[in-house]
């Protein structure tokens, strides 16, 4: 894509340094404090989650991106199964379609700004805050005070 730069965040092989290093649309950032990594991540107009299998866990780092409203290009798996939920993100099942996905995003603005509103949406209904007065709901509903204690 002209004009991009790909920022790659956390630890990187021998092969990806040597194939990517000094290019000056990729930038190596290295591994970073969580802090850190989400103000870049924040900056982001697409990310990518370009696992190549299912780890059958949920992936925290799925949940940061639509909390920052980044919307996100992943492979379509039960691990992502909140960005097609949430139409959060693209989900695609090859390599080849996950770089087509990712070409049309950085092509399409309207369509980035769309994602990125429900990447929005789905990560404030995440909010601690929410969650905590979910918990707080739950809690005064099946073990409500005892007002004789």
Partial sequence: MPGAQLWLIGGVSARVRSRC??????????RLPRTAALAHVANFDI?????ARDQGIQSA???EYMGLGVPTVSYDYEVTAELRESG???????P???????????RDEAERRR????A???????DWDVLAARYGEILDRYLPLDSAA
């Fill in 115 to 118: 994602l990125a509103e429900a």
């Fill in 21 to 30: 290093g000094g290019r000056d649309d990729v930038l190596l950032l290295g």
């Fill in 61 to 63: 780092k799925i949940a």
């Fill in 88 to 94: 959060a993100g693209v989900l695609v099942g090859t």
């Fill in 120 to 126: 929005r949406a789905a990560g404030a209904a995440r």
């Fill in 96 to 106: 080849r379609e996950f770089v087509g996905a990712v070409e049309r995003l950085a």
């Fill in 47 to 51: 990310a990518l989650y370009p696992r």
